[in-house]
C-alpha cells in the first residue's frame, strides 16, 4: 500500500520559515519524481517544486528564492524548505510521487498539510 504522509506545517508570522516533510512508504522511492503542491481557499492545485530521481530541481517563480525542495533516498522523504513566508503562501501543501519516463504513468498524492501565514 502506498503512503505518502506530510507534515511540518502550522500557522506563521510573514517572514517566518516552516520546513515541509513528505515521507514515502510502499514504492521504490528513489526512481519517483517528487513534487510539492499547494491549494489556495477558492483556487486550483498548483505546483510549487519537484525533484526527479536524478535530484534535478525546479521550483516556480512566485517561490524561487525563497523555497527550496530537496530529497533523502535513505530516509524515502522530501523536504520544502520555506523561507521569507508571505500571507499568498497559505494553503494546504500537498506531497506528490510519479513515476519516471519510461514507466506505466501513475501518480500518488498525500492528504495536504496546513501553511497559514497570518500575524
Known amino acids: 500500500q502506498v503512503q505518502l504522509v506530510e507534515s511540518g506545517g502550522g500557522l506563521v508570522q510573514p517572514g517566518g520559515s516552516l520546513r515541509l516533510s513528505c515521507a514515502a512508504s510502499g514504492i521504490k522511492f528513489s526512481i519517483y519524481t517528487m513534487a510539492w503542491y499547494r491549494q489556495a481557499p477558492g483556487n486550483e492545485r498548483e505546483l510549487v517544486a519537484s525533484v526527479n530521481e536524478e535530484n534535478n530541481t525546479s521550483i516556480v517563480d512566485p517561490v524561487k528564492g525563497r523555497f527550496t525542495i530537496s530529497r533523502d533516498n535513505a530516509k524515502n522523504s522530501i523536504y520544502l524548505h520555506m523561507n521569507i513566508l508571505r500571507p499568498e503562501d497559505t494553503g494546504v501543501y500537498y506531497c506528490?510521487?510519479?513515476?519516471?519516463?519510461?514507466?506505466?504513468?501513475?501518480?500518488?498524492w498525500g492528504r495536504g498539510t496546513q501553511v497559514t501565514v497570518s500575524s
Open positions: 506528490k510521487a510519479k513515476t519516471p519516463r519510461g514507466y506505466i504513468p501513475v501518480e500518488y
